[in-house]
């Protein structure tokens, strides 16, 4: 049995401790807070195989600034002095092209729809319970603008092989009988799913502690035993305060700490370009008249997820680093948004203590990093997925364990590559 040590437990540690430990491997979590905590638990939930073009794309700078002149606009670089930040910013930039679009539309489709495959796979066998559900997306829009991207969108997603139907004002509401939506129209992606994320969390974790993984929540990493080229351990103290030093011996190391990844690979001395995209969400709960297919309300840049009688609200990008103070004019901004798509449901500014925030851990092109570390032999990085990290949990949890493995990896997945920007 290869002992393996993975640090981080959203969605693409815990699918990477459930794919290893499949396979005879004996795994260990290091989580630095709880699960409850991390990005993935108050996730949106939505399932997208139609996200194919990236966040780096033409047109996304110039929003951008205008978006940044507005205490409630969904996007926000908080100002600082920070060279991470500056690199970050100018590989967006540099990514920012039509050419970069087209190179990654066909990536993206493909590790979309393995991780759609094996979540449905999961669902079949009953193994974890996650309130799974195929129901399409809607993307909402009310501006002629707005129309004319999507239906550009649109035609990249049907040209890609992704269903992408453009819907009228009343064919959007015949597909919601039950509340009032008041939009210009929508594409319609069938294929899109989405799920419950907390659930998924909790019965997932529930499922490897049942399999023998081991789990350490309030666990801070705070240092690496390397002999030659390969980490053989990875110290640990308690984020409780308690002064004891831990040790947890390994043969493979993961790193998928999502927003926190870049201070655990400093201290292996790599420099990985990726900042953290703060997002809110809240719930509305037992709501007599629910949606019945999950959302984006584009201008607005927030989401809406029926979870059972429950619908969850989301939405903003802060690029803040790791500060995870909770701004309410953002959360008031997305307040206001809903209430512009479904005016019936006179949706309330949450209290702040009942809004949830993670960081979404963002690569400047839009692409997630999966792959080895050229300098240890024995380090494997998943990490970077930004606003998809639900959505693409098990095939990134499926790559690393065939990494680890030697195996051959379902996909190519060279475009993940950690180190290609140098």
């Known amino acids: 049995m290869t002992s393996i040590t993975i640090i981080g437990g959203g969605v693409s540690g815990l699918f990477s401790a459930y794919y290893l430990q499949k396979a005879g491997c004996q795994v260990t979590i290091i989580e630095q807070g709880t699960f409850e905590d991390g990005c993935s638990f108050g996730n949106a939930g939505m399932i997208v195989p139609s996200h194919i073009v990236p966040l780096a794309q033409p047109g ?17 670089v908080k100002p600082r002095l920070s060279w991470d930040l500056m690199r970050w910013g100018m590989l967006f930039w540099k990514h920012s092209t039509q050419e970069h679009v087209q190179r990654s539309i066909p990536v993206l489709r493909d590790i ?30 009310k501006n002629a603008d707005t129309e004319h991207e999507m239906a550009e969108e649109a035609h990249l997603a049907n040209g890609a092989g992704i269903v992408a139907d453009i819907l009228t004002a009343q064919q959007v509401q015949d597909l919601e009988p039950h509340v009032r939506v008041d939009v210009r129209g929508a594409v319609y992606y069938p294929g899109d799913a989405h799920i419950t994320p907390n659930l998924l969390i909790k019965n997932l974790v529930s499922h490897l502690k049942k399999r023998g993984v081991w789990i350490h929540e309030n666990q801070e990493v705070i240092a690496f035993e390397k002999q030659g080229n390969k980490i053989m351990a990875v110290q640990t103290k308690n984020t409780n305060g308690e002064r004891s030093i831990f040790k947890t011996e390994t043969a493979e190391l993961v790193i998928a700490a999502g927003a926190w ?42 989401t809406a997820t029926p979870m059972g009688a429950d619908l969850r609200f989301a939405g903003t990008l802060e690029v803040a680093g790791t500060d995870m103070t909770v701004n309410m004019n953002r959360v008031r901004g997305i307040v ?72 051959k990896t379902s996909m190519d997945i060279q475009d993940f590559n950690p180190f290609r920007f140098g």
């Not at 953290?276 to 201008?299: D, R, T, W």
């Open 112 to 141: 979309s729809l393995l991780s759609k495959k094996l979540f449905q796979d999961l669902a079949a066998s009953q193994e974890i319970d996650f309130g799974w559900h195929e129901r399409g997306l809607l993307m909402l829009y």
């Open 261 to 302: 990844s870049p201070i655990l690979t400093e201290k292996l001395g790599i420099s990985l370009p990726l900042q953290g995209g703060k997002g809110y969400s809240f719930m509305v709960k037992n709501i007599a008249q629910n949606i019945q297919i999950p959302a984006i309300m584009l201008e607005a840049r927030a």
């Open 60 to 76: 996304m700078i110039a929003k951008g600034l205008q978006w940044m002149l507005k205490s409630t606009s969904p996007f926000y």
């Open 336 to 407: 206001q948004g809903i209430n512009r798509y479904y005016p019936d449901m006179e949706v309330a500014l949450p209290e702040k203590e009942k809004v949830w925030r993670g960081l979404r851990p963002c690569s400047p092109d839009g692409l997630p990093y999966i792959g080895r570390v050229k300098s240890f032999g024995n380090v494997t990085l998943a990490t970077g997925h930004g606003m998809m990290g639900v959505s693409l949990g098990p095939a990134t949890g499926k790559l690393v364990a065939e990494l680890i493995l030697g195996g």
